[in-house]
């Protein structure tokens, strides 16, 4: 095991992180896949994924970080934060299931537990995502022995503790080919089996995973970060926050991840591709994490077109905050980033031809919109 923080019977975040860079028996036999069958951004996926875990700096966890398991390909050792060097296991489909059981009993040894489950590489898509471990193809005869079905595993977890479960997906779902398809898939089993009319014991999902269908979304270049963890790391770092009502504290919840990793993966590609994150729906929200300070975000301020002169504000209602300000003719929308909080957006007219409202919006992250409209 990479990291084993416990403290007796406190409650922690126990972690299984799965990267798998190096699929040495995967074929153009198996996947209609045009670039390599390696993704050398996985391993480094989660690796990333693995220090924004292991980094309290945005905020403290609602749980302590208990217990890391790491599998790697085609990484054999890590050093752990003490310094220490770890052998890493290949994610091959035994090592996955050996490796998934022992973080299962983990996490069901508290009912307050939180379970992270992340898993960077190659599926497909049949009736279920199926994910490929590293020995994916080894018998040609039965391929999907090297493989496991996550939307089984998925529905078979449910019904176990903790209460808290995350699970990020970052694969695509590349097409088979004929070939394989005659096969049936035979092999693709679950990780844990749903039991039949077993209660649901999970109150608190998080199950999030990447829309790329065809290719692994990663950036080009040598071994970049992918775009699903990159817009996943922001959200866990703060950009997916939101104020409490109550104390005013910022937080960050299964819920709000939910809502805010979709425009943060938008943002990471460029461009409104129309690719949206699929997520479970949340079925009670649970606070993971409690942030240091308020997050940043990006405003964006509309007028109407008749505000043609003047100046647009926007006034923070905590003094603290700086003000901001705009021509009221400069191209729109008008871009700022600014500490998220609440703010009040204003025009002001340099000949009082017009009388502009005062719109009072609450900008949270990734991103605030609000419209100044000319008082009629």
Wanted: glycine share 6%.
């Amino acid at each position: 095991m990479f990291l084993d923080r416990r403290r007796g019977a406190e409650p922690g975040i126990h972690a299984l992180i799965i990267g798998i860079g190096h699929y040495p028996f995967l074929t153009g036999n198996h996947l209609r896949y045009d670039g390599s069958a390696d993704l050398r951004s996985a391993p480094v996926s989660a690796l990333r994924f693995l220090d924004c875990l292991l980094d309290d700096a945005a905020g403290p966890w609602s749980r302590p970080v208990s217990t890391v398991d790491v599998l790697l390909s085609p990484v054999r050792e890590l050093v752990d934060p003490d310094g220490v060097a770890v052998p890493v296991a290949d994610p091959t489909r035994r090592n996955i299931q050996a490796a998934f059981d022992g973080w299962l009993d983990r996490c069901r040894s508290d009912p307050d537990n939180v379970a992270v489950l992340y898993f960077c590489g190659h599926g497909v898509q049949t009736d279920e995502h199926i994910l490929l471990a590293s020995d994916f193809a080894e018998s040609d005869n039965n391929p999907f022995l090297g493989s496991f079905a996550f939307d089984t595993s998925r529905d078979g977890l449910l019904t176990q503790l903790p209460r808290t479960q995350c699970l990020f997906v970052d694969a695509c779902r590349v097409h088979l080919t004929e070939e394989v398809r005659r096969k049936r898939l035979l092999g693709a089993g679950p990780l844990i089996a749903p039991e039949d009319y077993a209660e649901r014991l999970c109150r608190h999902d998080l199950t999030l995973r990447a829309p790329f269908l065809d290719e692994f979304g990663a950036p080009d270049g040598e071994a970049p970060v992918s775009y699903f963890t990159a817009a996943l790391v922001k959200a866990l770092e703060g950009q997916a926050g939101e104020e409490d009502p109550d104390t005013g504290a910022w937080l960050v919840s299964n819920e709000s991840i939910s809502r805010a990793m979709t425009t943060l993966l938008q943002r990471e590609l460029g461009e409104a591709t129309g690719q949206a994150v699929e997520g479970a729906r949340i079925y009670q929200p649970a606070v993971l994490r409690r942030l240091a300070a308020a997050p940043s975000t990006e405003v964006r301020v509309r007028w109407d077109p008749e505000i043609t002169s003047g100046v647009v504000r926007c006034t923070p209602r905590l003094p603290a905050r700086p003000e901001h300000r705009s021509a009221a003719s400069a191209r729109q929308p008008w871009r700022f980033p600014a500490e998220a909080g609440h703010y009040v957006a204003t025009a002001e007219c340099d000949q009082g031809s017009y009388v502009a409202e005062q719109r009072p919006f609450l900008a949270l992250p990734p991103t605030a919109d609000v419209r100044v409209r000319r008082q009629r």
